[in-house]
Nanobody, 127 residues
Framework: QVRLVESGGGLVQAGDSLRLSCAASGVEIGGYAMGWFRQAPGKDRSFVAVVSMGGQSVHYEDSVLGRFIISRDNSKNMVYLEMNRLQPEDTAVYYC????????????????????WGQGTQVTVSS
């Protein structure tokens, strides 16, 4: 059984940083691209960032480009999202997911190609 568990969320002030983690079990994530999405209240789940199987290629949503960094450690079956210069509009529940598609820039920016999701971790940014 594939399981993804996100952690690291919290309540921070604008300008602060957070590092989210996603721990995978039941699957070797090294064979898959892994992505982060977020969902704000009343909105659909939306793409944040994705990293290729080996970590060489990354792709970001425009509003987080230059502020967020996605990374992975396949030896630990972990994916990370470092979030810097957080803004109130970044407030959402953040989810990690396992993408079955390639190339990542086209196939991993929507939810339809994701096979698994975690339960999410709440990030709240106060102004």
């Amino acid at each position: 059984q594939v399981r993804l568990v996100e952690s690291g969320g919290g309540l921070v002030q604008a300008g602060d940083s957070l590092r989210l983690s996603c721990a995978a079990s039941g699957v070797e994530i090294g064979g898959y691209a892994m992505g982060w999405f977020r969902q704000a209240p009343g909105k659909d789940r939306s793409f944040v960032a994705v990293v290729s199987m080996g970590g060489q290629s990354v792709h970001y949503e425009d509003s987080v480009l230059g502020r967020f960094i996605i990374s992975r450690d396949n030896s630990k079956n972990m994916v990370y999202l470092e979030m810097n210069r957080l803004q109130p509009e970044d407030t959402a529940v953040y989810y990690c997911g396992r993408c079955l598609g390639n190339p990542i820039q086209r196939m991993c920016v929507g939810t339809s190609n994701y096979a698994n999701w975690g339960q999410g971790t709440q990030v709240t940014v106060s102004s």
